[in-house]
């Protein structure tokens, strides 16, 4: 049972470079959710989406673009990409069915932008 | 914006003492309340959840309590254990698909 998964766990890129994270569950929940983590911050939501080829913006959207083609990927792009947005990202899902919200989270890609 | 926040960043409790953990929210709409728990390296992993309609909810070890007039969470861990050291979230939403987190309790049990 992989669950959630992300990758790269760890990545380093320069400024103006795009990335892509990739974020992968098996659940099939139709929700899913990019966050960054900051210290001083907690985690800051980016993006969600609450089925395929549906999304909408979070606390922090700018700088980031997501697609959701298929239920069980949710990828996060940095079209160009700054300083600014190194962070520790994490992708988390949810189904949603009562009586719990919770979301579960994948281990994390930390991203350094030089 | 919402603002969720700690009164403490910091706390470290003796292995088998209670441990509390507590978390002050601005948006008298949030309706519905997690505490996350945060272990070095990993993702947030789900303690325990609490609607508004509720004062108290209890799991293994684990209690939070909710006051609306206040606007104020917490979480209350029974005999700490090693284990438990973690940074803890508590994270509140009035509409179920945004989450605001709060910055985060580092909780040390001193063996």
């Known amino acids: ?19 892509t994270l990739m ?17 001083g911050h907690g985690l800051r939501l980016i993006y969600y989406s609450a089925a395929a080829d549906i ?11 997501v697609s959701r083609s298929k239920t069980e990927n949710f990828p996060l792009t940095l079209e160009s990409a700054t300083r600014s947005q190194t962070s520790v990202y994490f992708c988390a899902s949810s189904d949603r069915r009562p009586p719990t919200d919770e979301q579960f989270f994948g281990p994390g890609t930390r991203l350094t932008v030089l | 914006g919402e603002s969720v926040g700690l009164h403490l960043p910091t706390l470290s409790v003796q292995e088998g003492d209670n441990s509390i953990i507590n978390c002050a929210y601005s948006n008298s709409a949030s309706d519905y309340f997690i505490w996350y728990k945060q272990e070095s390296g990993k993702g947030p992993q789900f303690i325990i959840d609490i609607r508004s309609n509720m004062d108290k909810r209890q799991g293994q070890r684990v209690t939070v309590l909710l006051n609306k007039t206040v606007k104020h969470l917490s979480l209350q861990i029974a005999a700490t254990q090693p284990g438990d050291s973690a940074v803890y979230f508590c994270a509140e939403t009035s509409t179920g698909n945004q989450f605001y987190f709060g910055t985060g309790t580092s909780l040390t049990v001193i063996p």
Request: charge should be negative; proline fraction near 4%.
């Open chain 1, 23 to 39: 974020c992968h569950q098996t659940w099939s929940h139709s929700y899913m959710f990019w966050y960054r983590q900051d210290l």
């Open chain 1, 55 to 65: 999304t909408d913006k979070g606390e922090v959207p700018d700088g980031y673009v």
């Open chain 1, 1 to 19: 049972d992989a669950g959630i998964t992300q990758s790269p766990r760890y990545k380093i890129t320069e400024t103006g470079r795009q990335v």
